[in-house]
């Protein structure tokens, strides 16, 4: 089994910015994605970023430009920098990772973490 610890949520002003980490430990995948996907009250779970192993970045259109993933394979991390963060960004952020290829549906994830609250207020 994997285990996925994130880190680095909070509540931050419009405008600021926040960074995310999110820890893997146990059993790991050589070709493993590692991904970002958030949940607002109310509404899915969306996808957000995400890495393939050999480097390959993926965002949702809604942030492109803002956020920018990027992973250290060898201590098996993942991180995700949010800048210009605005409300509608508010969200519970999970960390995902998908035993190999790419995935853009959270059913295509096959281990999550608990999740970190991020709060932009106006």
């Known amino acids: 089994q994997m285990q996925l610890v994130e880190s680095g949520g909070g509540l931050v002003q419009a405008g600021g910015s926040l960074r995310l980490s999110c820890a893997a430990s146990?059993?790991?995948?050589?070709?493993?994605?590692m991904g970002w996907f958030r949940q607002a009250p109310g509404k899915e779970r969306q996808f957000v970023a995400a890495?393939?192993?050999?480097?390959?970045?993926y965002y949702a259109d809604s942030v492109k430009g803002r956020f920018t993933i990027s992973r250290d394979n060898a201590a098996n991390t993942v991180a995700l920098q949010m800048n210009s963060l605005k409300p509608e960004d508010t969200a519970v952020y999970y960390c995902?990772?998908?035993?190999?290829?790419?995935?853009?549906?959270?059913?295509?994830?096959?281990?999550w973490g608990q999740g970190t609250q991020v709060t932009v207020s106006s």
């Open positions: 146990g059993r790991t995948f050589t070709g493993q994605t």
């Open positions: 890495m393939r192993s050999g480097g390959n970045t």
């Open positions: 995902a990772v998908r035993i190999s290829g790419i995935g853009w549906q959270p059913d295509d994830y096959h281990y």
